[in-house]
């Protein structure tokens, strides 16, 4: 048992946020692309765990970069098939009408929606499902039935692909985009050329929020694409890819979390009224210090689901990753929170930044399913099989 | 290369397994007929003295006091393996506590090698149980105002005052008493920690009944009890540092103690939620999964701690936040509780002991540390925040 952190990552840790102070990595160019690949970030035999240090660090920075949808949501799939991961990249899987969240994905790639049961409460992984021997099947979520649209996006037989996707982050940066779609034996993860495609930004809803993480729905109309995983290990890989960029996003809530902490920190030690420091009054260093065990406990929870993800079996990851991802979204929102109310007047102003962190707080906060329904399904995990907890 | 590895080792996952097997032989079913544990920790004294002597002849006492003072001399990632397994198993405590976590180890810092000797073997084979005399009517959270005074008649201490909220004080023959031995001084100057043997003459102890019905805790009279003046802990005047030592192993891995008993609170959470039919209840179980996130944070942590503790032997500043969002985790957790059986079924043992519970975790957040105190520790000592008023 030893929850600490080698030498190689502490440094790993220590240079992104040398790096990242500097503002050099703001810009969102294509230097800021080869400084990444310079540094390292890209390199395949990064685990997880350094991995979630590098998403943390960003999260701190409040960095454009298109990393995390490179190496969390489109790398698993682009690894699969045995292809270097270089340029930004993304991956496109909600569709309105088709399957709307990785885990609809995943169900639907393990062979539609009536291979495992439960609704949109029980938004097992099928991949966990599957392993725990039908564990989820026995919940009241069982008794909705199974209601799940399949996807309407398509692969043809001259492998070309036709459908709608919306949501996908990063769609604009990206050079190579994974495409989940349905082919003649199932679901199948298929890469096409970012050159193809031509992404209508959106800037509505919670994920508009952030200008920094864009997303963008886009129109494939037999577009060119080379297959990349079959059918028979696309809910494997879908599977990863959730653990993997959920525990990711978890990581990078705590850097956001311990930025707004840190920042509001500083401000309630200098800002004086009253003749003395704002934060020697209780009212003001009480909230913080509350913010302090909240993103101490998630930090705990992100590194352990990112040591989970290559270190247990499906479902023990995914148990860690949902726990963690809830915590980390619910401190990140909380700790922006409470800096834009110790800065007072001066927090709610444009110029202040605390707002772009917690523009970010809330893209983390609502991909791919509230807090509120990563507890559902943990209350799933928890509640509907036979027995012990754990 | 050492690599992050969140597993037992080999030695610990064998610690482990022997553990369990032997806790499997060794821990008497306490349950009621209706599955329900029995009320309170220290039901049945004899069975706690009984199985005390079971846990000191199989090597489980004083895990990580070191050899040459009667312990195992392991480190700290075996308590935490001990104080989860036994929790899970749901088995009695050690009768000496406070004895094992607090005093002997504030005996192995700061004490004399006669103390170390007649001492630390009759607290591990809990032939002396301990308790502390710390807090007083006047002196709770700030306990640097302390009254009760111990004054000097030649090779003796006599004690007069009155200590509060003594844990166990009512099991215990010994107190570990912080006493002003120079009334001349203030505040943190001219305290002692002394050695008081709670049979002599002049002590007086009254249970306190909680609002649970209850007694847990005590009050101690000390009137005119003489104490060699041997029995100072340290040096005379140096109370307040040996006290300190002392609270900080009340803050150490406790909190794997705290964090197991909130595990198995969580366990007999589901059990309630499935028993009463509630566990369907889109409501009840947001709150489920937002209880388990408590805990899991809380489990965590504690081994993010321990491994800075095993890395520098200074715990992590995290450790100061765990007792803070336990006590708040255990609060919300029990009254979920109370909630579920509001609904249908037979009541029967369960309520009574999520009642119980319900109440006794009230005093949580003012144990070992009210959440207030603990927050002013976070916000100047970790957060570096300017003292508050």
Known sequence: ?390 | MRRMDLRDSPEEAEFRAGLRDWLARSVPAAAGPDGAPPQGRWGDIAAVRAFTSALHAAGYAGITWPAEHGGRGLSPVYQAIYLEETARAEAAEHIGVIGLGMVGPTIIACGSPEQRGWYLPRILSGEIVFCQGFSEPEAGSDLSAVRTVARREGDELVVTGRKVWSSYAHLADHCLLLARTDPQEKRHRGLSCLLVDLRSPGVTVRPIRQMTGEAEFAEIEFDEVRVPVDAVVGGIGDGWGVAMTTLAHERGTFGFTLTARLEVAFRRLVATARARGRDGDPLVRDEIAARYVELEGLRWTNRRALAELARTGVPGPETSVIKLRWSQAHQRLTTLAVRLLAGGGEPDGWDRYWQHQMLRSRANTIEGGTSEVLRNVVAERVLGLPRSY
């Open chain 1, 1 to 390: 048992m030893d929850f600490a952190l080698t030498g190689e990552q502490e440094a790993l840790r220590d240079t992104a946020a040398k790096y990242l102070a500097d503002g050099r990595a703001s810009a969102g160019s294509g230097q800021a692309w080869a400084d990444a690949v310079g540094l390292g970030w890209l390199d395949p035999e990064l685990g997880t765990v350094e991995l979630a240090l590098i998403a943390e660090q960003l999260g701190r920075a409040g960095s454009p970069l298109p990393w995390w949808a490179t190496v969390g949501l489109a790398a698993p799939a682009l690894g699969a098939a045995g292809r270097p991961v270089r340029r930004p990249a993304t991956l496109a899987w909600a569709e309105p009408g088709g399957p709307d969240t990785l885990a609809a994905w995943i169900r639907a790639a393990d062979g539609g929606a009536g291979s495992v049961a439960g609704g949109g409460e029980a938004r097992t992984g099928a991949g966990s499902a599957a392993a725990n021997g039908g564990r989820t099947a026995a919940g009241p979520a069982a008794a909705k039935g199974s209601a799940h649209p399949g996807p309407t996006c398509v692969v043809a037989a001259d492998g070309t692909v036709t459908g709608h996707k919306i949501r996908v982050p990063h769609l604009v940066d990206a050079s190579d985009v994974v495409v989940a779609a349905a082919g003649a034996h199932g679901v199948e993860l298929r890469l096409v050329d970012g050159e193809h495609l031509r992404p209508r930004p959106v800037d509505a809803g919670p994920h508009g929020l952030d200008a920094t993480r864009p997303v963008a729905s886009v129109e494939l109309a037999a577009v060119p694409s080379v297959p990349l995983v079959a059918p028979d290990r696309a809910a494997d890989v879908l599977a990863l890819t959730r653990r993997r960029a959920l525990a990711l996003l978890a990581a990078e809530g705590v850097g956001v979390a311990a930025q707004a902490l840190a920042t509001a920190t500083g401000h309630a030690a200098s800002r004086t009224q009253f003749g003395r420091p704002i934060g020697a009054n209780q009212a003001v260093a009480h909230p913080l210090a509350e913010v302090y065990g909240q993103v101490e406990t998630a930090r705990s929870l992100a590194y352990r689901a990112a040591w989970s993800v290559d270190a247990e079996s499906g479902p023990a990851a995914d148990l860690a990753v949902v726990t963690a991802t809830a915590a980390a979204r619910e401190a990140a929102t909380a700790a922006c929170e409470a800096a834009i109310q110790t800065y007072g007047g001066s927090g709610f102003t444009w110029e202040q930044p605390l707002h772009r962190w917690y523009r970010r707080a809330w893209w983390l906060a609502t991909f791919d399913g509230t807090v509120a329904d990563f507890r559902a399904e943990l209350a799933g995990l928890l509640l509907d099989g036979p027995g012990d907890t754990r």
